[in-house]
C-alpha cells in the first residue's frame, strides 16, 4: 500500500505545501499534478465539481505521484465517506466550530475502533495502489484528517476540538474567520483579531500534537506563514494562479477596463 507522505511528514513536525482545485477539469487536474506541490485538494465546498469529475481527478493525482485530498461542502457522514471511498487520502472538513463536530467528522472519516466509517467501495484501495483487506486495515494510518477552523467559535473552542483523538490538522480559513468577525472577507490582515486567532491556533495545535494549516493567497504569505511555524499550507487555487497571470497581462496591455473581473482563489 503506497504511503502518504503528506500525513507523514506533518507527523514529523515538517511543512507540506499544496493548492486547490476549484475546476472539474481532469486535464488542469494532470497538469497540477506535476507542478511539483505536495498534494492538491479538489473542492466541493464552493465548485461545481461533481462526485464522477473529483473520482477521475483524485486517480489522476495519485497516479502523479502526489497525495489526493477533498474538502467536502459541508461536514456529515455521507459527504465524508463517499469521497474516502473515491480514493481521497483526506478530507477536509469546513466549519468545525464545537468539539462535537470534531467528534462527527473523526468518526465519519475513521474506521473502528476510532471511528465508524462504514466498509465497502472499490476506488479506495485502488488510488493506494493495494487491494481492500489491507485498506481497510490501515486505512485509519494514512487517511488525513483535516478540521477547519474559519469562525470565532472555532477559535474560542479550538482547546476542547484539538482535544478530540484523530484529527491530523487545524486549517484555518482566513476568509470564512475574518466574516465571522465582522470584517470584510480577506485571506490576510494585520487586524489584532485575526493576528490573535492565529497564534491562538499555532499554540494550541502545538500543545495537542495537530499540525497547525493556512490557506493563504500566494507564495510569499506561504513563506510567511511556514516560517511561522504553519506545516499544511495550502497556496491559493489552479483558478487563483490563472486569474492572476492573466489580470497581471490585462494590466501591463492597459486593456479591460470596467469588464474584468478577478479571483482570488
Ligand atoms: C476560507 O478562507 O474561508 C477558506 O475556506 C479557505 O479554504
Ligand atoms: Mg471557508
Known amino acids: 500500500m503506497k504511503k502518504n507522505e503528506v500525513r507523514a511528514k506533518l507527523k514529523r513536525g515538517e511543512p507540506s505545501i499544496g493548492t486547490w482545485l476549484n475546476l472539474p477539469d481532469p486535464m488542469a487536474t494532470s497538469l497540477m499534478a506535476r507542478a511539483g506541490f505536495d498534494w492538491l485538494t479538489v473542492e466541493l465546498e464552493h465548485s ?38 473515491f480514493g481521497a487520502w483526506g478530507v477536509i472538513v469546513p466549519m468545525v466550530n464545537t468539539p462535537e463536530d470534531a467528534r462527527a467528522a473523526v468518526a465519519a472519516a475513521r474506521y473502528g475502533p476510532i471511528g465508524a466509517r462504514t466498509i465497502g467501495g472499490q476506488l479506495h484501495a485502488a488510488n493506494f495502489d493495494t ?26 473552542r479550538a482547546d476542547e476540538i484539538l482535544s478530540v483523538p484523530g484529527i491530523d490538522v487545524v486549517f484555518i480559513g482566513p476568509n470564512d474567520l475574518t466574516n465571522s468577525m465582522g470584517l470584510p472577507p480577506v485571506f490576510d490582515t494585520d487586524h489584532p483579531r485575526f493576528v490573535a486567532a492565529l497564534d491562538h491556533i499555532l499554540k494550541t495545535a502545538r500543545k495537542h500534537g495537530v499540525a497547525p494549516g493556512i490557506h493563504v493567497a500566494n507564495g510569499a504569505d ?3 506563514r511556514r516560517a511561522q511555524g504553519f506545516q499544511f499550507i495550502s497556496v491559493a487555487s489552479e483558478v487563483g494562479f490563472m486569474m492572476a497571470k492573466a489580470s497581471e497581462i490585462v494590466d501591463q496591455l492597459g486593456i479591460g477596463q470596467g469588464r474584468k473581473a478577478t479571483a482570488r482563489y
Open 48 to 85: 461545481p465539481t461533481s462526485y464522477e469529475t473529483a473520482t477521475a481527478q483524485l486517480a489522476i493525482i495519485a497516479g502523479c505521484g502526489c497525495a489526493p485530498f477533498a474538502r467536502v461542502s459541508f461536514n456529515t457522514p455521507e459527504n465524508i465517506k463517499r469521497i474516502l471511498d
Open 222 to 224: 506561504a513563506a510567511k
Open 131 to 156: 487491494d481492500a483487506p489491507t485498506y481497510y486495515a490501515k486505512a485509519n494510518e494514512e487517511i488525513l484528517v483535516v478540521v477547519m477552523a474559519e469562525h470565532v467559535d472555532a477559535i474560542e
